[in-house]
């Protein structure tokens, strides 16, 4: 399973040239797509093609050219294969054929995105591609409505501007949403803006709506109480961290903060086996 230039075909590794180079068969999503990137690097490996409409099929067909001994490498048009791309069901089939499946780790786009968008979040989730339905599109964002970690989607060119409406009007106009485009491309485009502010730059501009695009949604901000909770549960680990008691960090803090005293005191105890646990 090898990863593919996004766009520009010399993000590709050293690895995946000498894995075409040395394979029997390449399985491609558009032939004429990895052709491009093989014959750019003077490779003339068989491509044969293998789509979601007909990966079920080809997945016996490529177990029994591993079972003559063939070397086969899967790609999709660009990025890493299986993720929102054909790969998953072929890899399931041939390893329970008992063969081996390797990764060759290489582009992504829900990676790039993230990387050059400014979010700082230390987790996120990948939705992949939401409903062209718009009440299963709009269900499906008001499930992330409150969600603390960064959340990337896709999006196809010719929905973005129903998503994006839908995201103003779900999430509010105020959640910042990074518009992530065409990535490693000319005409990359990687906008940060308030869901309503990107909205009407989209509307703005025609071209937005054209190419690969990704949209991250950053984090729901915290509420106040959270906010609370995590600024007694900081001062608790200080208090432990010195040795006091759990019973007399918690009424300092409880003074600090006027947390409720009980609640700290379990907390405390929690913070006190977690930190026994490790040593």
């Known amino acids: ?24 068969i390449v399985l491609a999503e558009d032939t004429r797509v990895t052709g491009q990137l093989l014959t750019r690097y003077g490779i003339r490996t068989q491509l044969v093609s293998v789509r979601e409409h007909n990966e079920r099929g080809m997945a016996d067909k490529v177990v029994g050219w591993l079972a003559e001994g063939k070397l086969i490498v899967q790609v999709s048009d660009a990025g890493t294969p299986a993720v929102s791309d054909p790969g998953a069901r072929l890899a399931r089939t041939v390893r329970d054929a008992g063969y081996a499946v390797s990764p060759l780790p290489g582009p992504s786009a829900v990676v790039a995105a993230l990387s050059a968008s400014g979010t700082q979040c230390d987790r996120w989730r990948f939705l992949g591609f939401l409903s062209p339905k718009r009440k299963a599109r709009c269900d499906a964002i008001a499930a992330i409505a409150d969600c603390r970690d960064a959340v990337v989607i896709y999006e196809a060119p010719h929905r973005l501007i129903e998503c994006v409406t839908d995201l103003v009007d779900v999430l509010g106009a105020g959640r910042v949403i990074v518009l992530a485009r065409e990535l490693t491309k000319t005409f990359e485009t990687i906008q940060r803006l308030p869901a309503a502010e990107l909205a009407a730059f989209i509307a703005a501009d025609p071209n937005q709506c054209r190419g690969e695009i990704a949209l991250i949604i950053e984090p729901a901000a915290a509420s106040e109480d959270e906010d609370d909770d995590t600024e007694s549960r900081r001062l608790l680990e200080i208090l432990l961290d010195e040795k006091l008691p759990v019973k007399q960090a918690s009424q300092i803090v409880s003074r600090m903060t006027g947390a409720n005293r009980k609640a700290l005191y379990e907390l405390a105890l929690s913070i006190r086996a977690q930190d026994d646990d490790q040593d």
């Not at 090898?2 to 520009?8: E, K, M, Q």
């Not at 993000?11 to 029997?24: G, N, Q, V």
């Open 1 to 24: 399973m090898a990863a593919t230039p996004l766009g520009n075909l010399a993000d590709i590794t050293l690895r995946a040239l000498a894995a075409f180079d040395a394979a029997d």
